[in-house]
């Protein structure tokens, strides 16, 4: 990828940045649910106390509807190592080849160029 302009860089752009967002959910999941554990056990009114737990079974539910999302999409293969190295493997190459762009180039001309990559 040497120009990040070029339609033809875009092309599988929109199903790497989706697994990225959804990755990016799913951690923050994660992290809200230990919160909520912390939180849990650290407060000692009982009222605030289930309030939080019932709030914590939500993340959990939603925790497992983007984990299922992703796997269903290929974006997440929890129990096969082997399909989730290539997928991991892939995101590194892409996020090594952006950093790698000239995202200020002199010319920034792109006449005649379609917004969409032939496939």
């Keep these: 990828m040497e120009d990040f302009l070029d339609p033809r860089n875009a ?3 929109p199903n ?16 809200g649910i230990r919160n909520y554990g912390f ?3 650290e407060t000692a009114h009982p009222e605030l106390r289930r309030i939080m737990h019932r709030q914590m079974e939500a993340a959990i539910d939603l925790h497992t509807e983007i984990s299922d999302l992703m796997i269903k999409k290929g974006w997440l293969n929890p ?12 995101a ?3 996020a090594i080849q952006i950093s790698e762009l000239n995202l200020f180039p002199n ?3 792109r ?9």
């Design 111 to 119: 006449q005649g160029m379609f917004a969409t990559p032939n496939q």
């Design 92 to 94: 590194a190459e892409t």
């Design 107 to 109: 010319d920034t001309d």
């Design 79 to 90: 129990h096969n190592i082997k399909e989730q190295v290539p997928v991991d493997l892939k």
């Design 39 to 41: 939180a849990i056990t």
């Design 16 to 31: 790497l940045a989706d697994s990225a967002i959804a990755m990016d959910f799913l951690l923050g999941i994660k992290t």
């Design 11 to 13: 092309e599988g752009m």
